[in-house]
């Protein structure tokens, strides 16, 4: 069965500093890979979305995200965080089982945001 | 377009008692999938519906259960309600299978079991 690991439940940055959240999953084939985040008492958003091609993928409000094979990871990065990133962030990956692809999330991270 | 919307947004029930969760997907999108989100799980697949069909399950037992109506409409089900379903209920919302697609998630049905 598909895992994903999402590397600190939380994760403290100071604003204007770089953004680095970590995904990493077990699927032995290329799957679909997302990073989805969550404002309180709100749903999911989707950030970014890989399928085939370019590794390096661009999402919304300045976000992206690696695909890496080898290391079987899809990080998510930011340059500069903003207050306003302050959020729960979830990496989710879709590997085909039985002729189906069903999204496995990971437990989430905390992104905290110092002033 | 008007997003994903669940109702109640807010339900308390008691050991033993059902409950019925409503969702309405986005104008056009055919699939519809449920997942529950608890602080120790995260978030866990429940179902995924597509055309009234129901195309993939999760790792739950038979009381939880879940249908779509012809116009994309769903409903969730729990029977026997116990303390461990107390969860936040995700309902979310693709024009595509959930597994290859951008979903588009509901803000959540709270419930709690007493």
């Known amino acids: 069965a598909q895992s994903v690991t999402q590397l600190g439940s939380h994760v403290s940055v100071s604003e204007g500093a770089l953004v680095l959240l970590r995904c990493n999953y077990s699927?032995?084939?290329?799957?679909?890979l997302f990073w989805y985040v969550q404002y309180p008492n709100q749903g999911l958003q989707l950030l970014l979305k890989?399928?085939?091609?370019?590794?390096l993928v661009k999402g919304i409000n300045g976000f992206e995200a690696e695909f890496k094979k080898s290391e079987t990871s899809f990080h998510l990065t930011k340059p500069s965080a903003h207050m306003s990133d302050a959020a729960e962030y979830f990496c989710?990956?879709?590997?085909?089982?039985?002729?189906?692809?069903?999204?496995?999330f990971g437990r989430g991270t905390s992104l905290i945001v110092h002033p | 377009k008007a997003g994903v919307t669940q109702t109640p947004r807010y339900l308390i029930k008691t050991r033993g008692q059902q409950v019925t969760l409503s969702c309405s997907p986005i104008?056009?999108?055919?699939?519809v999938s449920w997942y529950q989100q608890t602080p120790g799980q995260g978030l866990q697949f429940l179902f995924e519906y597509f055309s009234e069909t129901q195309r993939n399950k999760g790792n739950f037992p038979g009381r939880f259960s879940g249908r779509q109506f012809s116009n994309s409409r769903s409903e969730m089900n729990v029977s026997t309600l116990e303390l461990g379903d107390s969860a936040l209920y995700l309902c979310?919302?693709?024009?595509?299978?959930?597994?290859?697609?951008?979903?588009?998630f509901g803000p959540g049905t709270r419930l709690t079991v007493l």
């Open positions: 979310a919302s693709s024009p595509g299978l959930a597994g290859t697609n951008e979903q588009f």
């Open positions: 699927s032995s084939v290329p799957p679909y």
């Open positions: 890989y399928t085939t091609g370019a590794t």
């Open positions: 989710a990956v879709s590997e085909q089982s039985g002729g189906s692809y069903i999204p496995t």
């Open positions: 104008s056009g999108h055919r699939s």
